[in-house]
């Protein structure tokens, strides 16, 4: 069978070309081959062969190599995509008049024509910022009520100072949060046809526990139960389950809650108060708790894509995947090390 190329030059790669157009312009030119033998050996026409020695004798060996065609000037200019790129980061759509927070590349593409006159596709739009180092994610919510004067403070003062005093009580730093986990809860996704969202059979029963869960940046991990509401008896006596595992003392960080504030939980602290203190995160802060990463992985990564068929399966299912996360220090350890945790990986280090 007989190659494409070999028939017509514009199948070969360029950069094959290239060195083609060198070779038989050295053989003409330093070898002293007739140019005649050399375009029958490669098989081109006589014509290409003198262009090439033409090329080469008015502006040397560069003038061989391919030259691409020009093309139409880009669209969006390098000044767009300067402009382009401030947006996405700096604003939101919010700040443009949009009814949303959440960019898009059509929203992107229509915020172009205002701006610059310009008609463009929202395909083109991503391409762009794709090559400007971004890429369409998730994002990070923050609650409005979040002071950030306060979470500045709490990791520049607060939490330094927490360190010095669990070096001082040779204590450790327990994150600890809260979680109702319920037959309802499902996550994930699966394949199906397009257009036709797959059913997939589920419980439509209620009921569901609440689980306490404490970690440390050392990888462990304890937790309890609950059926009934969480309130400051219940507090005291997961503090109390706390303090007879532990040899060591133990400071908790949580949040604002307002059993975690309670005066039986206050008592309880004052009277365990060589063994145990209290600490509170800024309000509306709950990226800053390593914790929260327990109830992502129990809760989206695992019981909302299991088939739960009632409350004492979801028990069972609860109870082992908590159990089996505790053996996992590694995995608790990785929590202490997205963005908005790393501040808390150095209670390990520090201690």
Do not use: C
Request: no cysteine.
């Amino acid at each position: 069978m007989k190659a494409q190329w070999l028939s017509d030059a514009r199948k070969i790669p360029d950069e094959v070309m290239n060195y083609l157009r060198r070779i038989a312009v050295r053989a003409v030119e330093e070898k002293h081959y007739s140019p005649e033998v050399i375009a029958d050996i490669l098989g081109i026409s006589r014509s290409s062969l003198y262009d090439w020695l033409r090329w080469y004798r008015e502006g040397g060996e560069e003038a061989l190599d391919t030259q691409s065609a020009p093309g139409a000037p880009p669209v969006i200019t390098e000044e767009m995509d300067r402009w382009l790129k401030t947006v996405v980061l700096t604003t939101t759509p919010v700040d443009h008049g949009y009814d949303t927070r959440l960019w898009t590349r059509d929203l992107l593409a229509e915020l172009l024509n205002r701006r610059f006159g310009i008609q463009v596709a929202g395909n083109t739009v991503s391409l762009h910022l794709r090559r400007l180092g971004l890429s369409y994610q998730t994002p990070s919510y923050r609650a409005e009520g979040q002071d950030p004067a306060k979470v500045k403070a709490f990791l520049e003062v607060k939490f330094p100072r927490i360190q010095r005093l669990a070096a001082k009580m040779g204590a450790d730093i327990g994150f600890e949060d809260e979680a109702g986990v319920g037959m309802l809860t499902r996550s994930g996704q699966t394949w199906g046809a397009v257009g036709q969202p797959p059913k997939v059979v589920a419980t439509d029963r209620r009921g569901g526990y609440n689980v306490l869960s404490i970690i440390t940046a050392e990888g462990e991990l304890h937790y309890s139960l609950e059926k009934a509401r969480i309130d400051g008896k219940r507090y005291v006596a997961f503090l109390r389950q706390l303090l007879r595992a532990r040899t060591r003392p133990l400071i908790v960080i949580a949040d604002r809650a307002s059993f975690h504030r309670s005066a039986l939980v206050r008592q309880f602290v004052r009277a365990h108060r060589k063994q145990l203190r209290v600490f509170f995160f800024p309000t509306h802060s709950p990226e800053l708790n390593p914790d929260e990463q327990v109830w992502n992985e129990i809760k989206h990564r695992q019981i909302g894509k299991q088939p739960v068929k009632n409350k004492i399966d979801l028990k069972k299912r609860l109870r082992s995947a908590l159990k089996s996360l505790q053996y996992k220090a590694e995995r608790i350890r990785s929590y202490f090390r997205i963005p908005d945790t790393q501040y808390a990986a150095t209670a390990a280090a520090d201690a």
